[in-house]
């Protein structure tokens, strides 16, 4: 059974940083692009990073860019995300996404989600 374990998540205050991390267990996602989506509440699901299965491949929200650093240990079957200078808006459930279309943003396997709280 795939699952996919999220952590890191709490509360931060603004300008303040998280390192969100996701351990995938029941098959190895090394050749599989993973990522990172978050829902903020009374919103939509949305993307947030994606990283290709060798780490060459990496996009980001602009609402991100230049914030947050998704990175991936293939030989822990881990992904993370790195988020610095948080703001309220950052304020979301973060979910773990794998067999990742880089470009559709589909994903086939979901964890249950990690909560950041960024107080002002």
């Known amino acids: 059974q795939v699952q996919l374990v999220e952590s890191g998540g709490g509360l931060v205050q603004a300008g303040g940083s998280l390192r969100l991390s996701c351990a995938a267990s029941?098959?190895?996602?090394?050749?599989?692009?993973m990522g990172w989506f978050r829902q903020a509440p009374g919103k939509e699901r949305e993307f947030v990073a994606v990283i290709g299965w060798s780490g060459g491949s990496i996009y980001y929200a602009d609402s991100v860019k230049g914030r947050f650093t998704i990175s991936r240990d293939n030989a822990k079957n881990k992904v993370y995300l790195q988020m610095n200078s948080l703001t309220p808006a950052d304020t979301a459930v973060y979910y773990c996404a794998a067999d990742l279309s880089v470009v559709s943003r589909h994903a086939t396997y979901w964890g249950q989600g990690t909560h950041v709280t960024v107080s002002s």
């Open positions: 029941g098959r190895t996602f090394r050749r599989s692009a």
